[in-house]
């Protein structure tokens, strides 16, 4: 049925959800996983480049905004890397071949560039149930892969309980 699956997460508190429905569905069809996390300059979570404010005007920058921001970014790429080996190493314990990748960029065309590069046969992605203005204004990835991408796509809806754990709480209990 499925030979290759591209599972994309990031930081967002449905991330153990989405892997664990892609790692089922793995295993029951003996595919390869690809775990994918993509590193956004749209994220409300990344620094704003040095010279440019919050309020969109230029305003001189310094060594010191350059040298924060440069590190701000090593943190998040290292924080990926964190998530993407931890979800790799369970997925590989549970007996599924399993890689993972890091990309910078808008997610919802990476994740279909990376998926139709690795020729996956389906994508999983979580959805955060925007729509209307918010959808409007913060854009949906999922309803972006669901339009693009050039295999099966299934999306997965977060809806927690208080025992799922965060990514953050993740990777501390790995630590």
């Known amino acids: 049925m499925f030979h290759k699956i591209l599972v994309a997460v990031n930081n967002s508190d449905v991330t153990q959800q989405i892997f664990d ?4 569905l793995a295993k029951a069809t003996n595919a390869e996983l690809i775990i994918m996390y ?4 749209f994220d409300e979570r ?9 309020d969109g ?3 001189p920058f310094t060594t010191d905004d350059v040298n924060y921001y440069l590190g701000k970014w090593e943190s998040l790429k290292h924080e990926g890397i964190e998530l993407l080996t931890l ?3 369970q997925a590989i314990a549970q007996g599924v071949n399993a890689e993972y990748t890091q990309e910078f960029g808008d997610p919802g065309r990476m994740i279909c560039e990376v998926g139709r590069k690795a020729q996956a046969d389906l994508i999983i992605i979580g959805r955060r149930g925007l729509s209307g203005i918010k959808e409007f204004f913060l854009g949906s990835v999922s ?14 809806q977060g809806a927690l309980d208080d025992s799922t ?3 953050k709480a993740m ?3 790995s630590a």
Do not use: D, K, R
């Open 21 to 24: 429905q892609a790692l089922s």
């Open 38 to 41: 993509v590193l956004s300059p």
């Open 46 to 54: 990344y620094p704003t480049p040095p010279g440019m404010g919050t």
């Open 57 to 59: 005007i230029y305003s």
């Open 87 to 89: 979800l790799t190493n």
């Open 143 to 156: 309803n972006y892969v669901l339009h693009h991408a050039h295999c099966s796509v299934l999306t997965v």
């Open 165 to 167: 754990p965060t990514p």
């Open 171 to 173: 990777l501390a209990e």
